[in-house]
């Protein structure tokens, strides 16, 4: 079992900046993928960026690539999502996932069934 407790959501203004944290604990060998991905009411989860833990290599969705900087500190099993810029639009729940192996590609690593541990969430509001 692994456990993935996010935190750092919270509200901003447009143009603003957050960080999001997300801290893995029990049995986390093997999980070398790290994914944070979001959700709106009414909408699927969508893959917002991923890292490998191994070497570092990081992948980003389109909407996010110049704003977003996914980074790990591997001492603290934790990993992070700087958010900079932010619109309205990256308004929504915003959830870390763990994935068995590596990333794979920048495809597949955004991919949500590609994750078997989810954290319970932490919310993230833009106002214009």
């Known amino acids: 079992q692994v456990q993935l407790v996010e935190s750092g959501g919270g509200s901003a203004q447009a143009g603003g900046s957050l960080r999001l944290s997300c801290t893995a604990s029990?049995?986390?060998?093997?999980?070398?993928?790290m994914g944070w991905f979001r959700q709106v009411p009414g909408k699927e989860r969508v893959g917002v960026a991923a890292?490998?833990?191994?070497?570092?290599?990081?992948y980003y969705a389109d909407s996010v690539k110049g704003r977003f900087t996914i980074s790990r500190d591997n001492a603290k099993n934790t990993v992070y999502l700087q958010m900079n810029s932010l619109k309205p639009e990256d308004t929504a729940m915003y959830y870390c996932?763990?994935?068995?192996?590596?990333?794979?590609?920048?495809?597949?690593?955004?991919?949500?069934?590609?994750?078997?541990?989810w954290g319970q969430g932490t919310q993230v509001t833009v106002s214009s």
């Open positions: 996932a763990a994935r068995l192996g590596g990333c794979v590609s920048p495809v597949q690593a955004l991919v949500e069934s590609n994750y078997r541990y």
């Open positions: 029990g049995y986390i060998y093997g999980y070398r993928c």
């Open positions: 890292v490998y833990i191994g070497e570092g290599n990081t």
